[in-house]
Nanobody
């Protein structure tokens, strides 16, 4: 069982940037995708972005101009989410996900709050 731990969330002002990190308990060599989701209060969890093992990326339309996913290609244990120009509506719990061909691993989430 792969364990994922997110970090890097916090309280920031509108317009700020944050970089979230997700650390896996072991190197992940085979997967369909590694990605980030978020869930705002009272809303369903939504996909932000993911990256395939081959390096192809997908972004939700509403976030592709401000968010960037990256990963650690050496140790294969980290995935990152760079978030720029944050808005109050980006406030949510952000979750890391690894899809190993139908087996989904989730982190516990990290809170991001954007407020002045």
């Amino acid at each position: 069982q792969v364990h994922l731990v997110e970090s890097g969330g916090g309280l920031v002002q509108p317009g700020a940037s944050l970089r979230l990190s997700c650390l896996a308990s072991e190197s992940i060599f085979s997967y369909r995708s590694m990605g980030w989701y978020r869930q705002a209060p009272g809303k369903e969890r939504e996909l932000i972005t993911h990256i395939s093992e081959d390096g192809f990326t997908y972004y939700a339309d509403s976030m592709k101009d401000r968010f960037t996913i990256s990963r650690d290609n050496a140790k294969k244990k980290m995935v990152y989410l760079q978030m720029n120009s944050l808005k109050p509506e980006d406030t949510a719990v952000y979750y890391c996900n690894v899809d190993q061909w139908g087996t989904h691993h989730w982190g516990q989430g990290t809170q991001v709050t954007v407020s002045s």
